[in-house]
């Protein structure tokens, strides 16, 4: 599907770059909305930046582009300062979360204006207008304006207006929260091949974590302009810092079940408020060692408690039976949700398969523990 | 498949408001009010006007005769090319001047405004309040400051600076452009204004989507600004054109047409010749003769409107 050369210059000597944030601060008047941050992505790097609303996501982005000063720290784009540069020089493109596309320009001129303004000569701008919607599949498109295009034919004209201009770093912002479900998950797939095949370093922003876990190589978790964590995806997936990023990655969210730590004779049990004890496994026995006897939260992901056996549990006699009241149950196709109580707390599981159990019956499930997660009740940081 | 729920619909409207006014299907109730008021105040005024065109009537003499003489009179005027000339640079310079200066007031403002710079909105009521001041009253302010006596102010700050005085309304080549810029003085505030109104609706987005594609601050005024008034230019041309034809209450008290005809413009032509010469049906003509001009510029912005708003 995306085929070929960069658009435009020889692939090879296209110039791959690294962008450090150090102690990055925003004030917008009195009030701070960016605390001190500070990440760093390699060349060619697919770096997202994910969070809830309001928690800064779109001012980081906005100064790594320019578009917004910065109150404190600095911004390196291949070891040069940027904070006292014009968006113009700082050789980014970026993807807007409306797309603004020129309306009173042909798609045509859309794509070619970063070059003109560059002084590109015309027939450069030419070649390279050709390719990138030979890239994106938007030939036929090249004559209508904005207005006459869909939604999802204006996000394909905004992402080849960046490549066109051959940037070092894109940044998008939010690029696919105004397309409809399906659409989000084609242009998904068609942003990442585009990244897979010109590897440009890269800086998502989004909201939506399964945007962010199936398209980064890595993620920065946000929060109140705060860094919650920053890893891989599989590293947040497995081994989320606190507690906020454990809710946050995942979907359906991890279970938060308020429960206590003991000792046994034979073991050490985590016990839910009112359910029954549970045994952890010997591989944490020795890192929860010193939390018995305290108060903490379980986290376990549905898809962790669930109706089938994994090679690894059963070899390592890790998945707990666990007996869970069913109050709803909600089939996907592949999978079904079930809904059910567990002790004092309301939990959702994920079985495999249609079958879906009534209302009100009791089943029987395996936890697999040895994927369980403990944080600290108070500071919500992970045991 | 549609006639069972069109007949549900009517069946249903018509039960609901048997004895509502059916505004939407009678429009001529609700427009008869209003087709009265102006076939009273303008279209009665507008053809007794072209009536009195086609006559021989004077303010002196009652009596008229109906005749195509006052036409052929009129076209024959050796001062209506001079008057038509003088009007037309009138309007031109107007246009131009009122919507570059209008454009660059528009544009600080705006500045200003995003940048919450204090003091804007005084500006802002400064600048209107130019606008709203009568054509009679501007005439005056302008006529005082342009005075060639010791009182004149634009000669004053002259004197104060060293520099010879200027003969801003005596001098037939001057006193056009001195007419000018008492007209774009007053028109500027209007000009801004729909201006204003055309820049705050360009999403910023635009500007932050050119400046990260390299262009400079000009490049953005000429890609991105321009483009986007572009409606908003035209409609304002049209506008500023048909105001400033229709201008004599300015240029009344400022020079009163003079030195000569140098000021003279169709409007005040029209106004001379029917209240100094009492001459009611040439006068009649010029003022059809400004009435299709100002139809035709109507025309230009009724076709504009649709298709560029
Ligand atoms: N120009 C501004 N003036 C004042 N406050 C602002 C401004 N822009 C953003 N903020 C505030 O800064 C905080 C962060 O905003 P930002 O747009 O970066 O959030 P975000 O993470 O991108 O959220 P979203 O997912 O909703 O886009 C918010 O609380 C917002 O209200
Ligand atoms: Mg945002």
């Known amino acids: 599907m995306i085929t070929g050369q960069w658009p435009y210059g020889q692939s090879e000597e296209r110039a791959v770059a690294h962008v450090v944030v150090s102690q990055l601060y925003k004030k917008y008047g009195e009030l701070q909305v960016v605390h001190g941050v500070d990440f760093e992505i390699g060349d060619g790097e697919f770096m997202v930046l994910v969070g809830p609303s309001g928690c800064g996501k779109s001012t980081i982005l906005r100064m790594i582009a320019g578009l917004e000063g910065v109150t404190g720290g600095e911004i390196v784009i291949n070891d040069r300062m940027m904070n006292d540069v014009p968006p113009r020089d700082r050789d980014i493109a970026m993807v807007f979360q409306d797309y603004a596309l020129y309306p009173h320009m042909s798609v045509r001129q859309n794509l070619g204006f970063g070059l003109k303004m560059r002084n590109a000569p015309r027939a450069e701008v030419e070649a390279t207008v050709r390719k990138t919607a030979e890239t994106l599949q938007i030939e036929a498109l090249l004559d209508r304006k904005p207005k006459q295009l869909s939604g999802g034919q204006r996000q394909r004209v905004a992402i080849g207006r960046a490549i066109a201009r051959e940037p070092q770093v894109f940044l998008f912002d939010e690029p696919l929260s105004n397309l409809d479900a399906k659409l989000r998950v084609e242009m998904r797939t068609q942003i990442k091949r585009l990244h897979m095949s010109f590897k440009v370093t890269s800086i998502y922003v989004t909201h939506d974590q399964t945007e962010a876990m199936t398209l980064a190589d890595r993620i920065v978790v946000l929060r109140d302009g705060r860094i919650e964590q920053v890893g891989t995806p599989e590293e947040l997936y497995a081994r989320p810092a606190n507690r906020f990023v454990a809710g946050f990655i995942g979907s359906p969210t991890m279970n938060f079940i308020e429960a206590q730590v003991v000792e046994e004779g034979n073991g050490l049990r985590v016990v839910p408020v009112g359910g029954p004890p549970l045994a952890i496994p010997k591989s944490r026995a020795q890192r929860y060692q010193r939390h018995a006897g305290r108060p903490v939260i379980l986290g376990i992901r549905p898809e962790d408690v669930t109706n089938t056996w994994t090679e690894e549990s059963r070899a390592r006699e890790s998945a707990v039976p666990l007996d869970v009241a069913v109050e709803i149950s909600e089939p996907l196709g592949s999978d079904t949700l079930i809904f059910a109580r567990l002790g004092n707390a309301e939990i959702v599981c994920r079985a495999s398969g249609m079958s879906a159990p009534v209302s009100g019956s009791a089943i029987r499930l395996n936890a697999h523990m040895d994927r369980m997660h403990l944080f600290d009740p108070e500071s919500g940081m992970a045991l | ?309």
Request: charged share 10%.
């Open chain 2, 1 to 309: 498949m549609s006639q069972d729920a069109a007949v549900g619909a009517a069946s249903r409207t018509g039960s609901r408001h048997k004895k509502a006014w059916h505004l939407a299907e009678r429009p001529l109730v609700w427009l008869a009010p209003l087709t009265l008021l102006l076939f009273v105040t303008y279209v009665y005024p507008a053809i007794d006007v072209i009536r009195y065109s086609f006559t021989d009537a004077t303010l002196l003499n009652p009596e008229y005769a109906y005749t195509t003489d006052s036409f052929k009179a009129v076209i024959r005027s050796p001062d209506l090319p001079g008057i038509l000339w003088v009007t037309f640079a009138f309007v031109v310079a107007s246009v131009i001047l009122q919507l570059v200066l209008g454009l660059l007031v528009a544009m600080a403002l705006h500045r200003g405004v995003r940048r919450r710079l204090p003091g804007v909105s005084v500006v802002r009521i400064i600048i209107l309040s130019a606008w709203i001041v009568p054509g009679v009253a501007a005439g005056i302010v302008w006529q005082l400051m342009f005075n060639e006596a010791s009182y004149g102010f634009l000669n004053a700050v002259l004197r104060g600076a060293g520099l010879s005085p200027v003969a801003w309304l005596s001098d037939p080549n001057i006193a056009l452009w001195s007419a000018v810029i008492a007209n774009v003085w007053r028109g500027t505030a209007f000009s801004m204004l729909l201006l204003y109104a055309g820049l705050v609706v360009i999403p910023s987005s635009l500007y932050e989507a050119a400046s990260v594609d390299g262009a400079t601050a000009l490049k953005q005024f000429w890609y991105i600004t321009l483009p986007q008034l572009r409606p908003i230019l035209l409609i304002n041309t049209v506008l500023i054109s048909i105001f400033t034809l229709n201008t004599f209450d300015l240029i009344l008290p400022l020079t009163g047409g003079g030195p000569g005809r140098a000021t003279e413009v169709l409007a005040l032509y029209t106004y001379n010749t029917v209240f100094r010469n009492f001459d009611l049906s040439n006068g009649a003509v010029l003022a059809v003769v400004l009435l299709l001009i100002s139809i035709v510029f109507t025309l230009i912005y009724v076709r504009l409107l649709p298709r560029e708003l």
